[in-house]
């Protein structure tokens, strides 16, 4: 096998991998063997749990702190990969974005070097990755066949030793992924747009349905928690403006030269960039924002010097979307937070809602769409009534849903003043729902159904499912018999309706 500049000390960095990493025999094409060298985790231990079991149970963790998912037609997720306790929530709720049971011909990890600087790019081609859960594979003959054609990719092996960027992605999306998956991992050592966009026009083609991209990137580094917030908002909204210029402008702004103690805006720019050069000139593709959390916002983070973390993702456009086709911002579920609780405490006491000053929301709290409210005291539910139809504004419902969820849920009491102290709220808003022809549509955890027989219907929230650990079975028996009145078995001639939810609450929040 020949390796491009593979210099005197990358042979000693080379014959260092093999004494680290387990080899194993693989026939090639041609018919030869070729014997593959795997890389061995590196930051186990340190960025996420060694054991598999404590890492499944930290995993499995963050996922159930993510919003439910609420994308179709995934092209490619950034991601960010610092230790777990950091940034793994933000970034589980970039993988939740993808469908776990597509079969993907490649899945491309495209990170930044942290550790060598060299042209162009590496891509790991002598073998597959390892993590705690098992081996992941590598797409040998692809990585192998980008290398042979195109200058700019070579395998380098410190490119690969001891970085963090890939292998922090893989434990992630091995747990998310329910079919197997084969990754290309590309590691980028330029420091230049020019080799970037060389990048992005040979991985292209590739940005198709039958593949995924996964960009692994923080974002700022370093500086204090208020301006972290407000840096890394500006470089998300350049990423999701689709502008590779205003992207590269807001990482080379001189003018936060001033801010103390900031070391970059985005450790994986270069990652960031080619994704954004394979995309600038495509009008069937749209960013979307998900998610933000910097390190600060952790019981472990020192707001004075942090790390910012975003999820953002790619996806294909389609003309009749059966989701919402916005997003709220921490700032909006704050405000509808707001609102509910607000609501709850003057109409408990004195039995009137608070005057609302919808000139002072977002434009997402006027968009009109259906919503629950959910109140709960002592992890116990209290109260939980929602309206599904889209005919309101989003702030109106939720203060309704407030007022009703307090005091005209059937199954308990008006809540007391004396209650409210104690009450914990939940937001879920929705999308429209859509009827299937097969319960095996339903996705556990993403949708929430709506059953409906003659003048009996009844509804679960997509949590509800993942609350109470109920199989598909019991989930629609539970909600036939329980919420719609119709038996266990009443589903299996009724309409069902699936949407789904976007869920937050004061927990999460901090409120």
Not at 119 to 131: C, D, L, P, V
Not at 400 to 422: C, G, H, I, L, S
Not at 437 to 452: M, P
Not at 456 to 461: E, V
């Amino acid at each position: 096998m020949t390796y491009k500049r593979l210099t005197y000390s990358g042979l000693f960095l080379l014959l260092t991998l093999f004494s680290n990493c387990s080899a194993q025999n693989k026939k090639t094409e041609s018919g030869n063997i070729r014997q593959l060298i795997n890389r061995k985790p590196a930051v186990a231990g340190q960025f996420y749990p060694s054991d598999s079991a404590e890492l499944l149970k930290m995993v499995k963790e963050l996922f159930e702190k993510t919003l439910p998912p609420e994308n179709d037609n995934v092209l490619a997720i950034i991601a960010p990969h610092a230790g777990y306790v950091y940034s793994g929530v933000v970034a589980a709720t970039s993988y939740k974005q993808i469908d776990p049971y597509k079969k993907y011909d490649n899945i491309f990890i495209i990170a930044s070097s942290h550790r060598a600087w060299f042209q162009g790019a590496s891509i790991y081609s002598i073998g597959n990755y390892e993590t705690p859960f098992g081996e992941v594979k590598v797409n040998i003959e692809l990585a192998q066949k980008l290398i042979d054609e195109n200058k700019i990719f070579s395998y380098v092996p410190k490119a690969h030793i001891g970085e963090h960027s890939v292998e922090v992605q893989l434990p992630l999306l091995q747990y998310h992924m329910k079919v197997p998956f084969r990754i290309v991992p590309i590691v980028i050592g330029t420091q230049t747009a020019k080799d970037c966009k060389k990048m992005a026009k040979i991985l292209s083609p590739y940005l198709n349905d039958k593949n995924l991209f996964i960009i692994s990137s923080d974002f700022s580094h370093y500086p204090q928690y208020e301006d972290a917030v407000k840096l890394d908002k500006k470089t998300a909204n350049a990423i999701v403006a689709n502008d590779p210029s205003a992207f590269l402008d807001e990482i080379n702004d001189i003018h936060n030269s001033s801010v103390p103690q900031l070391v970059t805006r985005a450790c994986g720019w270069t990652s960031i960039l080619t994704l954004l050069y394979m995309t600038e000139d495509r009008a069937d593709v749209q960013y979307k924002f998900l998610e933000y959390k910097n390190s600060g916002d952790t019981e472990f983070g020192d707001k004075k010097k942090v790390v910012g973390y975003n999820s953002i993702v790619l996806e294909k456009k389609t003309k009749n979307r059966n989701k919402m086709d916005f997003n709220l911002n921490e700032s909006d579920k704050r405000e509808l937070l707001k609102i509910a609780r607000s609501t709850v405490e003057q109409y408990v006491n004195d039995g009137t809602v608070p005057r609302l000053t919808p000139e002072k929301y977002s434009d997402n709290l006027k968009v009109k769409a259906g919503a629950f409210v959910t109140l709960n005291e002592n992890q116990r539910l209290r109260g939980c009534i929602g309206h599904f139809e889209a005919d309101k504004p989003l702030y109106q419902i939720v203060q309704d849903m407030a007022v009703a969820a307090a005091t005209q849920d059937p199954r308990f009491n008006p809540v007391k003043p004396y209650e409210v102290d104690d009450l914990e709220i939940e937001i879920s808003v929705l999308t429209p729902m859509k009827k299937i022809n097969s319960v095996d549509e339903i996705v556990l955890g993403r949708d929430g159904i709506y059953i409906k027989k003659g003048y009996r219907a009844g509804t679960f929230l997509p949590q509800v499912a993942t609350e109470t650990g109920w199989n598909l079975e019991q989930f629609l028996g539970h909600c036939a018999r329980d919420k719609a009145g119709i038996g266990w078995d009443g589903w299996k001639d009724a309409e069902i309706y699936t949407y789904r939810a976007l869920v937050f609450g004061e927990k999460e929040m901090g409120n």
